[in-house]
Nanobody, 120 residues
Framework: QLQASGGGLVQAGGSLRVSCAASGGASNKYTLDMGWFRQAPGKEREFVSAIYYRGNIQNYADSVKGRFTISRDRTKKNTVYLQMNSLKPDDTAVYYC????????????WGQGTQVTVSS
């Protein structure tokens, strides 16, 4: 189970941090690969960022590089944060967290989504 939180309304140029905590299932035994996706109204869901079990490698979509930072909680390994700075109206979307075992190709677990709205 994934629980996302921390969305909200912010003006352009502002910052928000969203969080995602995994519980149960594989998260009790393994450090998972965890990612963020987003879906704006009328658009398809798109990849935003991910952090991987192996080496804690991070990956970002070009549209958020240099503005967003994904990190993993030091003590709760399957809790991740997405720090979003210099937000733009185009960042407005429902943000979904996702998780998978390092052995999996696709994300198996999805959170319920949290709304991020950036006003101009």
């Amino acid at each position: 189970q994934l629980q996302a939180s921390g969305g909200g309304l912010v003006q352009a140029g502002g910052s928000l941090r969203v969080s995602c905590a995994a519980s149960g299932g594989a998260s009790n035994k393994y450090t998972l690969d965890m990612g963020w996706f987003r879906q704006a109204p009328g658009k398809e869901r798109e990849f935003v960022s991910a952090i991987y079990y192996r080496g804690n490698i991070q990956n970002y979509a070009d549209s958020v590089k240099g503005r967003f930072t994904i990190s993993r909680d030091r003590t709760k390994k399957n809790t991740v944060y997405l720090q979003m700075n210099s937000l733009k109206p185009d960042d407005t979307a429902v943000y979904y967290c996702a998780a998978k075992g390092f052995w999996a190709e696709k994300y198996d677990y999805w959170g319920q989504g949290t709304q991020v709205t950036v006003s101009s």
